[in-house]
């Protein structure tokens, strides 16, 4: 999820159709949490919220035990940043790599020559990569991502658009990718990838797949509070939950999703 504001003391940037329309501080994000059970989570820091990370980090400080963070980054970050964040419980880097016709959706933040640049010092913190990639983009640039010394958390189950299928070669790959160990994947993003809107039913048969594929390296995410959409297609948490539960009946394999996943890869 993220969180915005407020913004007398962290102003909101502007960034396109992903601008925040009103606050959503961290005392708003518990109140959610409160309505469907959340005890911890990960800030993933938003690009409209700030491009130095202060209100993740400020949250992370005010409440350790029930946050982590993914932060925005440029390749120049001093070390006594990086170690400043890490000790607030920062876990990752995000870069957006994702494009549409062609085009990058997000010019913002770390780019992937950046993280290159920035990759073994991140990695020496025990750092990932978040990687907002398409998979057929990601399969035509696995062997420089590889390349890195870092473990990969994929998007929004690879953000591929439900009208390309399960069989589409992009997201074929990434399931035997996730096999390997070296990739994550964020059971999240339903209503980013659908073609056909609430409940996302559409998408179910990426979910399933991604969770027969490898159980181990995935966790769940709600991507609250849902900035980009429309207030015709807010999506409400409880169909996303509705979904989750669907898609994973099994109780253990979502208690690894749900739980202990999130736990080992965000170090709570």
Not at 154 to 165: F, L, N, P, Q, V
Request: charged content about 25%; some cysteine.
């Amino acid at each position: 999820m993220h969180i915005y504001g407020p913004f007398a003391t962290y102003p909101a940037q502007s960034e396109g159709r992903f601008s925040p329309v009103q606050e959503f501080p961290v005392e708003a994000l518990f109140a959610m949490w409160d309505e469907i059970g959340i005890a911890r989570g990960v800030i993933v820091h938003a690009l409209a919220a700030g491009a130095d990370n202060e209100v993740t980090l400020q949250a992370l400080k005010r409440f350790p035990d029930k946050l982590r963070g993914v932060a925005v980054l440029q390749d120049d970050v001093s070390d006594k940043r990086l170690d400043e964040l890490t000790a607030a419980g920062f876990r990752g880097a995000r870069v957006n790599m994702l494009r549409q016709d062609g085009k990058p959706v997000s010019s913002g933040g770390l780019s992937f020559d950046g993280l290159k640049t920035l990759a073994p010092r991140i990695a020496e913190r025990g750092w990932h990569a978040q990687l907002w990639i398409e998979t057929g983009d990601l399969d035509a640039l696995a062997g420089e991502i590889e390349a890195l010394p870092l473990d990969f958390v994929i998007d929004h189950m690879g953000r591929t658009m439900t009208d390309k299928t399960v069989h589409y070669a992009g997201f074929q790959s990434f399931l035997a990718r996730l096999k390997t160990g070296r990739y994550w994947c964020k059971i999240s993003g339903a209503d980013r990838n659908t073609r056909k809107g609430a409940p996302y039913d559409d998408t179910a048969a990426f979910m399933q797949a991604l969770v027969a594929a490898n159980p181990d390296r995935l966790v769940w995410g709600s991507d609250w509070p849902h900035v980009g959409h429309t207030p015709e297609t807010l999506p409400a948490e409880s169909v996303l939950i509705d979904l989750m539960l669907t898609c994973i009946p099994d109780a253990a394999t979502r208690r690894k999703i749900l739980v202990d996943n999130a736990a080992a890869l965000y170090g709570f």
